[in-house]
């Protein structure tokens, strides 16, 4: 294999890595690997598609590591369809919560798909957005009461994280940043928050990347099939340790290095924009 022909495959490792790497945390995977993109001996934008697609591997990492939360939230709220019980367990509850905050992301991300994938990937507006979330965060992480528990998330604060998960759909916001920054303005602990991020983008984030994967069957693909694949492979095993190590931190550990690292990233990029040595499309 020449190392023309190795490049693509290259560049993939090191996209799924990033995506591996990014994804759970409040820094947003999509703008880092628009960013990489711009910057790769290629300077190929992965695109929408590579993104949704690679997020598959990181979502099967929190299928993984939840699985015994999951199959428990399925079984309560499986129950509380058939049987139809006076009230709601909180973990029946929790199953409603995470299918009626998928929707505000999904109505959304149908809606503006074309802008998504074209005009806000503009690297200004991600710069932008790495930079205006991270001050977010960290105004959240610091005035939040943090005391509440997931097990007392009512319907009214799972509408709004849902709606907090939908600013994901502009490059540079971050999934779990905002959801993450909204728990933590509504009162729940930094494990809470962080744990509820990861269960409520579980089908969203699956959907995304199945249906990017049946629309791209047979359009060009700026990475390739089996670099893409490679990739997904690379953010699942990646994904996986990240989710180990985050929520561990997060047990005696702010949000503050990451609201820094935002800020850096965002302004370093908007410095590269100035000075032409990246392009903003």
Request: glycine share 12%.
């Amino acid at each position: 294999m020449t190392i023309h022909n190795s490049a693509p495959w290259l560049e993939a490792a090191f996209l799924g890595v990033l995506q591996g790497l990014t994804e759970f945390l409040p820094v947003s995977s999509s703008a880092h690997l628009r960013i990489a993109g711009a910057l790769l001996p290629s300077g190929t934008d992965p695109g929408a598609a590579f993104t949704a697609i690679t997020q598959i591997g990181t979502e099967a990492a929190v299928l993984l590591y939840f699985r015994r939360d999951i199959w428990r939230i399925a079984l309560a709220w499986l129950t509380a369809v058939t049987k139809r019980p006076a009230t709601l367990s909180p973990d029946a509850r929790l199953g409603w919560l995470i299918i009626l905050g998928t929707l505000p992301i999904a109505i959304l991300g149908l809606a503006f798909k074309h802008q998504i994938e074209g005009g806000l990937r503009n690297l200004y507006i991600t710069a932008t957005m790495l930079i205006g979330f991270g001050l977010v965060l960290g105004l959240a992480d610091r005035i939040g009461a943090r005391r509440l528990p997931l097990e007392t998330l009512g319907w009214r604060h799972g509408v709004l994280l849902g709606f907090a998960q939908a600013l994901a759909l502009i490059p540079g916001v971050s999934r779990s940043g905002g959801t993450i920054s909204a728990a933590l303005l509504l009162g729940y602990t930094r494990e809470a928050a962080a744990r509820y991020s990861f269960l409520l983008a579980i089908p969203a984030v699956l959907a995304s990347g199945v249906f990017e994967l049946l629309d791209s069957y047979d359009k060009p693909n700026p990475i390739g099939g089996g670099p893409t694949l490679l990739a997904t492979v690379l953010a699942f095993g990646v994904g996986y340790a990240v989710i180990v190590g985050f929520l561990r931190l997060l047990r005696s550990r702010s949000f503050l290095p990451f609201v820094l690292y935002r800020i850096a990233a965002g302004t370093a990029v908007l410095l590269l924009l100035a000075n032409g040595m990246i392009a903003a499309r």
